[in-house]
């Protein structure tokens, strides 16, 4: 079992940043994707971007442009830098680990983009 302990979450105005952080507990495979998912009301769970170890990158096509996914080895975390952002990016964000036969989440953070 894996841990995912996500934060960075909170309440912004449109057009402005928050970057979120996600942590793993422990290391179980080499090889591992970690990705960003997020809901929003009424809505279902949507990819916003992922990582592969190799360092390929997705984005949904709603954030291309706008968010960058970035992750560390050795402190075996990942990150969500969310810029210029709208009030359509309201929603719970969640974390994501997929290493072998773990598919691992965070508890969900929330965040707000007022207009």
């Known amino acids: 079992q894996v841990q995912l302990a996500e934060s960075g979450g909170g309440l912004v105005q449109a057009g402005g940043s928050l970057r979120l952080s996600c942590t793993a507990s422990?290391?179980?495979?080499?090889?591992?994707?970690w990705g960003w998912y997020r809901q929003a009301p009424g809505k279902e769970r949507e990819m916003v971007a992922n990582v592969t170890i190799g360092g390929h990158r997705n984005y949904g096509d709603a954030v291309k442009g706008r968010f960058t996914i970035d992750y560390d080895n050795l402190r075996n975390t990942a990150w969500l830098q969310m810029n210029n952002l709208r009030p359509e990016d309201t929603a719970v964000y969640y974390c994501?680990?997929?290493?072998?036969?773990?598919?691992?989440w965070g508890q969900g953070t929330q965040v707000t983009v007022s207009s």
């Open positions: 422990r290391y179980v495979f080499d090889i591992y994707t």
């Open positions: 994501n680990k997929r290493e072998g036969p773990f598919n691992s």
